[in-house]
């Protein structure tokens, strides 16, 4: 099975703070995604990548950036973190359309 | 713009059937997936839909109409540990990348 995994389950930093959350994928899936979840708002898409060095803008990318350095790794970095980015966020990886994504176990950020 | 709307909440009883709707509007269209949430837990993967139609798994099947842009997740016997947020998401023209519905958090009662 493939497995998506995110370094942490909880985090609680301060405002201002850089905030790196990890996300690593051992099957060799070209496709990777961050999300946040927000009730009332469902998953929206920060950034995705289709290839290494490779990123794209997703629906709300302010305040985030990301990095993919290695194919299986992909890096959600908040510059300054600030309140408005308490979450839940939620790592997923593919192959392709057709085969869905597979979700890390996603990182509850508290930011205080 | 693209949109994908389905009921906040529905309730249901133990052993019953329930039918959660969800309809959108995308530009592109490849496919449709429906995931299970439970609190605190990541989705998984329950189905997918490109072509219209009934897929039937267990006791979990789903309908796609694309010329009416719609869908629907219908659950059979209904069981507790069914309780949780159902997920429609929507493989535009863009490849790979899912759009999401807000969900729809299902609670079953005894």
């Known amino acids: 099975d493939v497995k998506v995994t995110q370094s942490s389950r909880y985090l609680v930093k301060r405002t201002g703070e850089k905030v790196f959350l990890e996300c690593v994928q051992d099957m060799d899936h070209e496709n990777m995604f961050w999300y946040r979840q927000d009730p009332g708002l469902g998953l929206r898409l920060i950034y995705f990548s289709y290839d290494v060095k490779m990123k794209e803008k997703g629906d709300i990318p302010e305040g985030y950036s990301v990095s993919r350095e290695k194919k299986e790794r992909f890096s959600l970095i908040l510059e300054s973190a600030s309140t408005n980015q308490t979450s839940m966020y939620l790592c997923a990886s593919s192959v392709g359309t057709a085969h869905g994504y597979t979700f890390g176990s996603g990182t509850r950020l508290t930011v205080v | ?64 109409s694309r010329s009416k842009g719609y869908s629907y997740l219908l659950l059979k016997e209904l069981q507790m540990k069914d309780s949780a947020s159902y997920l429609c998401a929507v493989g535009g023209n863009q490849g790979g990348k899912l759009i999401f519905g807000q969900g729809t958090e299902l609670s079953v009662k005894p």
């Open chain 2, 1 to 64: 713009g693209q949109n994908i709307d389905q009921p906040t909440e529905m309730t249901a009883t133990e052993g019953a059937i329930v039918q959660i709707n969800c309809t959108y509007q995308t530009s592109g269209f490849n496919g449709l997936f429906w995931y299970q949430q439970h609190a605190g837990e990541a989705p998984t993967f329950l189905s997918y839909n490109v072509l219209d139609g009934l897929e039937e798994k267990g006791r979990f099947s789903s309908f796609l």
